[in-house]
Each structure stands twice: as C-alpha cells, then as structure tokens.
C-alpha cells in the first residue's frame, strides 16, 4: 500500500480519482455548457478506462463532429477529431493500421445515426474490434437545437416546433440487427452502473455499441418544458429507463415506454482484423 493510500485508509478519506493523468488539461476549459450530459459520462469513460489497466498511449479515440464529438480534444489519448458521422471509418482504418491500440469511438445521436449511419451499420457488420460510444440526447447540440433520430415523437425542437412527428430509432436494435457482439444502454444519471458498463464494452473483443442516454438542458430541456438539468435525468434517464435485472420482475405494464439499461446483448463472432490478416496469408499461399 502507498503511503498517501495508507494515510487516507488511516483518516477513512478515499483518494480522489486522479482524472488529470488522461486530460490535456491546456485544452481546457472545455465547451459544454453547464447541466450537459458529456462531462459527467467523460468522467465515468476515464474512470472505465483505468480500471481496464490500458495506459494512455495504448488508446485511440476517433469522433466525428458534435458537442459530444469535441471529447478527444480533452484527453490525453492518441485522438482523432475526424468529419461528421465518419468517426467508425477513420476508427476502422486505424485499427486495421495498429490492431494493437484499443480504439473508442465517441459520437452523438445525429452523427452516428443520421449523417454517419452507413458507417455505423457497416462497422457493425464487420464486427472490427472497436468501442462506438453513442452519446444520445435526442437532439443535434452542437448545431442549436435540430431534431434528430432519436428524438421522440411530439418533441418540440428548433425544426418540429408543433411536435416531431418521425418515430425514432432504438440505436441498439439497429446495431444489434447491424451485426455488433456487444450492444448495452446506459444513462449519466446511473453513473455507477455507466462506469461498469463503459468497462465491459471496452474488454469486449468485437464491435461493442453502448446508447449512453443523456441531456442537452440548453436545447431539448428548454424546448421540452424541463426545469433543471436534474429535473431532465430524473424524469428521461431514471424514470425512462429500467435495468435488465429490475425488468425481469416487473410486470409488462411497468415497463411500457421505458428503454431497458444494461448489457442487452453479447455474442462471440470472429473479429474483422484477425480475419483480414489470415485473408492475407491465404494470398501469400502461407
Ligand atoms: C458535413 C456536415 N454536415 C453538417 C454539419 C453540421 N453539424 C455539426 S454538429 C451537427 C450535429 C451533431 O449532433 P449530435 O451528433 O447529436 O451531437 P451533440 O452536439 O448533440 O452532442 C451537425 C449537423 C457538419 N459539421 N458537417
Ligand atoms: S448545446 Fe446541449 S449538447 Fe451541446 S454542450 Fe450545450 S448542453 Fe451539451
């Protein structure tokens, strides 16, 4: 035991998580605005990320563009802020260039599942060994306020002022269905459960797709009636939303409208770059 964890085991302090080692801390102040829904899962990704053991150099984080999408440029990772909805295609060839990294992909509902959502199906499908981290807040933030795949119906954005009326996507349908092998949800109000979540999505080897639901208050929480920032994770993330355990004892008029949280699908498939590497021994006749 070190010494400064022996003094706090003496006092019954716990050691604050030492974020600073995975930020580039002259990038910030960064450009969320207060109440948003990004910090709060960036710091569940970094406390995720130090429980795998990987050190900083072993990880590359790809985004496309988006408030969420601006996360690479905060930590201190090999990063990669790529075009609009690109992120899994850049991730894809970094991999294939350097298997050896751990490659995150950080995007948002509106780039990975309106102008990205070839890519993302098609990364799915290979099943390449990636992590694509979709922050889900049911509006394009970044752009003031469009609705966007997942926004739910009725929802008063800058372009459905009377109400959206598209049904939305269920982004872990559609990767699951894509061919990803490891599909969960998450919110940022359930932080604890985000962090082990986060976890496993990384240690999984294949394409690993988590929904993190969380907030944008300055758009869709002003449009949509919301008081707070919390007021929006009380009532979207923890009553919207129902774990697969407590789901499992609730009857199915509890669980009507509520989005399930949790690993919602796990399967072993073969991994798209150990694949392209025995293609190319078969080419060389080896
Ligand atoms: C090719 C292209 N089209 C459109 C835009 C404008 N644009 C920038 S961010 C964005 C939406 C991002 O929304 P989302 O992915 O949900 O992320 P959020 O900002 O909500 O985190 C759009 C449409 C762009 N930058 N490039
Ligand atoms: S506009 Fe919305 S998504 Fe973007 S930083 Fe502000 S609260 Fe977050």
């Keep these: 035991m070190s010494a400064k964890a022996a003094a706090a085991k003496k006092t019954k302090k ?43 150099d072993d990880i590359c984080m790809v985004s496309g563009i988006g408030c969420s999408s601006r996360t690479p440029g905060y930590v201190d990772f090999n990063t ?25 992909v950080v995007t948002g509902d509106g780039d990975a599942l309106a102008i990205g959502g070839n890519h993302f199906i098609h990364t799915c499908r290979r099943n390449i060994d990636m ?19 997942t926004t739910p119906e009725g929802s008063i954005t800058h372009t459905s002022g009377y109400g959206a009326i598209e049904p939305p996507f269920d982004c872990c349908e559609m990767a699951k269905a894509s061919g990803a092998t ?18 496993a999505a990384i240690k999984h080897k294949g394409t690993s797709v988590v929904e993190i639901i969380d907030e944008c208050p300055i758009y869709y929480g ?23 355990k407590q789901a499992e004892n ?17 399967v072993e498939r073969p991994e798209y770059c150990e694949q392209y590497d025995m293609l190319i021994k078969k080419a060389q006749g080896k």
Excluded at 182 to 199: C, D, G, K, N, P
């Design 14 to 56: 716990s050691i604050p998580f030492d974020y600073d080692r995975f930020l580039r801390k002259d990038k910030l102040p960064h450009i969320w605005c207060p109440g948003c829904g990004h910090g709060i899962v960036l710091k569940a990704l970094l406390r995720a990320i130090d429980k795998t053991g990987l050190t900083n």
């Design 80 to 104: 990669f802020h790529t075009l609009h909805g690109r992120a899994p295609s850049y991730a894809t060839g970094v991999k294939l260039a350097n298997p050896d990294l751990n490659v995150i």
């Design 131 to 149: 992590t694509i981290l979709v922050y889900s807040n049911a509006i394009y933030g970044m752009t003031g306020g469009q609705f966007s795949p």
């Design 182 to 199: 490891f599909v969960a949800r998450a919110t940022s109000y359930h932080v604890q459960e985000l962090e082990r979540t986060l976890h």
């Design 222 to 244: 002003r449009m949509n009636k919301y008081k707070s920032a919390s007021h929006m994770m009380e009532e979207i993330e923890k009553l919207g939303t129902v774990s697969v």
């Design 250 to 266: 609730l009857p199915p008029e509890k669980l009507e409208g509520r989005k399930l949280r949790g690993i919602l699908y796990q």
